[in-house]
């Protein structure tokens, strides 16, 4: 399996140079984009990995199923149904949207930003920082990982510079989706994308999604497998944004992307993968990440749709 890591490694590597970083928040552009990781953790309790698997970048919205867990967690599957629906937008993850659809929970799901920032008011704590605070710890317990914390630098450029998701939580509230101050909720949705993680965090994390929201390491069950069930659901329809339909032919298992570089891949009962490599392609997803998981897919077999 090492080896099957390594040949993906470089049989890929060609993309790393055909991506671009990120640019849209002034810290991510300083990536370096020849960093290529992947890591495997499964049933079996067997840890393989290839490249700059210790590399650490920002989750961005590989949090987004963290933030959707969280809420279901704290408010239970029907207020987070009935605040942001399930249906894939084929829209960009920061498009307004709404120019031929009315801004309503119908239209908007978990993965996007939109929907992602109103899922952090149905985190419980007295302040934004109590629920972000939630978060992260849950974050780290699920991840096995107490050190994840939050990079400062980036967190500051998202805070400086995300004048969109402003305004997309302003949509929400005009539209009467969400009550609490703005500034307040986007600043936890900005503290949240900052996280950072190692490919071996996100694909612990991956492997407690596969296996029914129990620690495959330790047997500790940490979510409900309800919750669980709910989150790969909407992984698999929306976790890559506009390019889920695409993924979902080409490797065909529940993941989630962020502008970070980061991929985490859910295989059902049977592994956590975490890929990274910051040179994304159009739709914002890792170019030498998604290629590294069709070729793992189909040597391993992993589509769920056989
Ligand atoms: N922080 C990023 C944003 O809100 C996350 C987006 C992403 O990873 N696709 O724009």
Redesign the pocket.
């Known amino acids: 399996m090492n080896a099957l890591l390594n040949d993906i490694i470089k049989s890929c590597a060609h993309y790393t140079e055909e991506g671009a970083v990120a640019n849209y928040?002034p810290e991510l552009a300083k990536a370096d984009p020849s960093k290529f990781g992947i890591y495997v953790l499964t049933h079996f309790g067997q840890q393989f990995s290839a490249g700059d698997c210790n590399a650490e970048f920002t989750m961005?919205?590989v949090i987004k199923p963290l933030i959707l867990l969280m809420a279901l967690f704290d408010s239970g599957i029907q207020a987070v149904h009935d605040l942001v629906g399930v249906e894939a937008t084929g829209k960009p993850?920061?498009a307004f949207n709404y120019s031929d659809q009315a801004l309503t929970s119908a239209n908007i799901n978990p993965m996007i930003?939109t929907g992602s920032i109103a899922l952090c008011t149905l985190i419980k704590g007295d302040t934004y920082r109590d629920k972000f605070d939630r978060l992260l710890e849950f974050t780290r317990k699920i991840a096995a990982n107490p050190n994840m914390d939050i990079d400062e630098a980036v967190y500051a450029s998202?805070k400086a510079t995300?004048n969109k998701?402003r305004a997309l939580g302003y949509m929400l509230k005009a539209y009467g989706m969400i009550n609490d101050n703005i500034e307040d909720v986007v600043d936890c949705y900005?503290r949240a994308?900052s996280v950072k993680a190692t490919c071996a965090d996100l694909a612990r994390i991956a492997s407690v999604f596969s296996n029914k929201g129990k620690d495959i390491l330790t047997g500790e069950q940490l979510f409900d497998p309800k919750y669980c069930k709910y989150v790969n659901a909407i992984l698999m329809t929306c976790g890559m944004?506009d390019g889920s339909g695409e993924f979902a032919l080409r490797v065909g298992f529940p993941a989630k992307s962020?502008?970070?570089g980061g991929i985490m891949g859910v295989v059902p009962g049977k592994m956590g993968i975490g890929v990274f490599s910051p040179a994304l392609d159009c739709k914002?997803n890792s170019l030498a990440g998604v290629n590294a998981l069709e070729i793992l897919s189909r040597e391993l077999d992993l589509s769920v749709f056989l």
């Open positions: 928040i961005q919205s993850f920061d930003n998202e995300g998701n900005f994308c944004y962020g502008v970070g914002g």
